[in-house]
């Protein structure tokens, strides 16, 4: 403690806002947080107060962390384990669905099949690629929903002519935050996650984020 | 007063609101002028600090 001459501590800092005040004479550094009046009528409830300490303890942590060139991936490192970690460090590739767990059809595969595959793998949709395995269109449960209103017969009509085509996708190295605004600004439920040469390598849906707890 | 306030009501109660931002915002922006030697200091000590940095509060 201050004056037993081992301080347990390198300094002591305080935010108070009285520099006359016991704390403050027994701290290396007191910074002067005062405030003229409280906000509460009987200025009694510290608000006023409590706001400027928080505001100055802002400020020399922000000040810390620009001098320092604190990033957000340090920031992930030093907070692995809640929201924000998960958000800065998770990517795609982690918990996309890759191999058997993917759904995918040929194109010119008839929706029947199409229909089995997507029941099968459980996503709410099949990625369509051709014979290189490039995504050229995506058949989703809406698009299904969409189909049946046409009456078309899903027996003889391959899925290519009732598909989304193109589709929006996205990359493994991508961070899942960024495919969940992906889906949440496309407003769509899966996304297909393709390689370079826009050949499909993955796939996940809101689940997926939601079991990784990205949202 | 249940849930539907009058008009004069509803002003009154919106000032009240807006004094307290007010004197918050006040009490916040006076601080820039406290930033001096003592902040630099702080901002020093906390910067050389190898271990950790322990932070509370009291009433």
Known sequence: ?215 | MALDATAGEADEIRRLGCAVLETEAQAVSALCSRIDGDFVRAFCYMLECQGRVVVLGMP
């Open chain 1, 1 to 215: 403690m201050p004056g037993t001459g081992r301080s347990p501590w390198h300094a002591l800092i305080c935010l108070t806002g009285n520099p006359r005040s016991t704390l403050a004479k027994a701290a290396e550094v007191n910074i002067d947080v005062s405030v003229p009046k409280e906000a509460c009528p009987l200025g009694l409830a510290p608000t006023a107060s409590t706001t400027a300490a928080l505001a100055m303890g802002d400020a020399l942590a922000v000040a810390l962390l620009q001098s320092r060139g604190f990033t957000a991936e340090d920031f992930a490192r030093s907070h692995p384990a809640g929201t924000l970690g998960r958000r800065l460090l998770l990517h795609v590739g982690d918990i996309m669905h890759i191999g058997d767990a993917l759904p995918l059809v040929q194109q010119g595969t008839l929706l029947r099949d199409a229909l089995v595959e997507m029941s099968r793998k459980g996503l709410g949709m099949t990625a369509v690629v051709d014979a290189e395995h490039r995504v050229v269109g995506i058949f989703t449960d809406g698009d299904l929903r969409r189909t049946l209103d046409r009456s078309v017969d899903i027996h003889t009509t391959p899925v290519d002519l009732v598909m989304t085509a193109g589709g929006i996708t996205g990359r493994t190295d991508m961070l899942a935050a960024e495919g969940l605004r992906i889906m949440e600004e496309n407003r769509i439920n899966a996304l297909l996650i393709v390689d370079e040469d826009h050949r499909l390598v993955g796939a996940l849906n809101m689940h997926d984020l939601l079991r990784a707890g990205v949202m």
